[in-house]
């Protein structure tokens, strides 16, 4: 018998970019690689005007097996950016977990083996990153942002999607490959809150199954709002235009 702490997930995780040339500590991303074997990161980028594509495929070029580039000619935002990289990692088959995360590393790299254990222990479907400030953690978000974010979290959690999550906005979320295909399948209709699109998605597809069986929020240990960011206070104020549209188009949503 197998103990479940020998286990060894192959972990694929997409990093959309978009003038991240002064942002992305790609140092940080090859301390990791050397570390971890079994993780590959697919960098995914959208329309940059910078030198972002251009040291990407540097870095592509120093560790080919554990990295892929894909290039965006326009800007589609953040939604289709990950979509496409995901999608490009299922067409590979090699990874039990896929996932997503910040260029920047406002959620460090080091998070990802805290997936990896709650998937091991717990058999979840579903693992998100959640920005709480807690007694040991390092948990860094501007006032104003955590108070917006507190406002949308608390609507989209009781009118959208009627279940109770805390934080559906953290981009570092990870999935076993049995459900990702059907969550990534479609176009999002959100530019930039697909991440709730993802609940809406996953509540339709399984309707007869409680969201906490197969769905589990974690508190990161450590995260830290960064410079250019690329998510503006405006876009907390067009939320609203955005949740009704999400509110009508995934309106078989059942509590």
């Excluded at 301390?31 to 074997?37: D, G």
């Excluded at 005007?49 to 040291?55: A, F, N, P, S």
């Excluded at 570092?172 to 059907?182: D, E, L, P």
Aim: hydrophobic share 40%; with cysteine; aromatic share 14%.
């Amino acid at each position: 018998m197998i103990e479940t702490q020998n286990i060894s997930f192959q972990i694929g995780i997409v990093v959309p970019c978009y003038n991240e040339e002064n942002r992305i500590s790609l140092l940080e991303f090859e301390k990791h690689i050397i570390k971890n074997k079994n993780h590959f990161f697919c960098f995914v980028n959208d329309g940059s005007t910078d030198k972002t594509l251009k040291i990407l495929q540097a870095f592509f070029s120093k560790y080919p097996f554990q990295i892929a580039v894909l290039d965006n000619k326009i800007n589609l935002g953040k939604a289709e950016t990950v979509r496409s990289g995901i999608n490009y990692l299922l067409s590979q088959k090699k990874h039990d977990i896929l996932g997503f995360l910040d260029a920047d590393l406002a959620t460090p790299l080091d998070e990802i083996d805290r997936i990896s254990k709650i998937f091991i222990n717990n058999q979840k479907l579903i693992v998100f990153g959640s920005r709480i400030k807690h007694v040991g953690g390092n948990v860094e978000r501007k006032f104003i942002r955590y108070v917006l974010g507190r406002i949308f979290a608390t609507v989209v959690s009781n009118w959208l999607l009627k279940t109770a999550v805390y934080d559906t906005q953290c981009g570092f979320k990870f999935f076993r490959i049995n459900i990702i295909k059907s969550l990534f399948k479609e176009e999002f209709k959100s530019k930039w809150f697909f991440d709730i699109e993802l609940f809406c998605r996953t509540k339709i597809k399984h309707p007869n199954v409680d969201i906490n069986e197969i769905a589990q929020e974690f508190f990161v240990n450590t995260w830290k709002d960064q410079k250019g960011s690329k998510i503006k206070l405006l876009d907390y104020f067009n939320a609203p235009l955005e949740l009704i549209k999400l509110k009508y188009h995934y309106k078989n949503i059942k509590k």
